[in-house]
């Protein structure tokens, strides 16, 4: 079975800073990674995903993240923040042997003007 | 529309009373998929279909919990005889199928036990 940490739970950053959100996972097989975000009072929107190829995948939103095998990580990151970023991200694992997704906790970034 | 259609978006009953919450995933997903997310938590797996197969029940909490597919599309997860710690987000999602394909959420269902 697969697994998701997100150690942080919130993330406070002021507009136009850089931000970073990390998730590790563990696995003993290949993985799937991706990264949801979740606006207050809606469902999951898909930010990015890495399926295979390279490590650096970009997303939707100025938002990109990168698959470390070797550090089990795939953490998020945006050079620059808007006030419209303020959300609850989740990370999530699946892999090539089922259907199932793993989410982590979340994290909640709010972006401070 | 054409994204995964959740009803009713919010449903507040007594408890003991059974409750039946509708997914109607994207036209031609053979995936469909049950979560339930607790407020700060991520969401928890309760159960999936391929098709109206149910591939995987081993997230449901206990046997008041059931879901079905029975024509591969619309899918009901039912809870019998609620208590007040089956309130939560219930939230479905469905997919392509198979684990590189992104599932794509609803807006849930919030469940409300009193």
């Known amino acids: 079975a697969q697994s998701v940490t997100q150690l942080d739970s919130q993330v406070p950053v002021f507009e136009e800073a850089p931000v970073e959100l990390r998730c590790n996972y563990s696995?003993?097989?290949?993985?799937?990674l991706f990264w949801y975000v979740q606006y207050p009072n809606q469902g999951l929107q898909l930010l990015l995903k890495y399926l295979s190829g390279s490590t650096l995948v970009k997303g939707i939103n100025g938002f990109e993240a990168e698959f470390n095998k070797s550090q089990t990580s795939f953490h998020l990151r945006k050079p620059s923040v808007h006030i419209s970023d303020t959300a609850e991200y989740f990370c999530?694992?699946?892999?090539?042997?089922?259907?199932?997704?793993?989410f982590g906790t979340g994290t909640s970034l709010t972006v401070i003007p | 529309g054409a994204g995964v259609s959740q009803s009713p978006r919010y449903k507040v009953t007594k408890r003991g009373q059974d409750v039946a919450l509708r997914c109607d995933p994207i036209?031609?997903?053979?995936?469909l998929y049950w979560y339930r997310q607790a407020l700060g938590q991520g969401p928890e797996f309760l159960t999936y279909?391929?098709?109206?197969?149910?591939?995987?029940k081993s997230g449901l909490p206990n046997d008041r919990f059931s879901a079905e597919r029975p024509e591969g599309s619309i899918s009901t997860l039912t809870i019998q005889r609620t208590e007040q710690r089956d309130s939560a987000m219930y939230r479905c999602?469905?997919?392509?199928?198979?684990?590189?394909?992104?599932?794509?959420f609803g807006d849930g269902t919030r469940l409300s036990i009193l």
């Open positions: 279909f391929n098709y109206e197969a149910q591939q995987d």
């Open positions: 999530a694992v699946s892999s090539n042997t089922g259907n199932q997704f793993y």
């Open positions: 036209s031609g997903h053979v995936s």
């Open positions: 999602a469905s997919s392509l199928g198979g684990g590189n394909q992104p599932q794509h």
């Open positions: 696995s003993s097989v290949s993985v799937y």
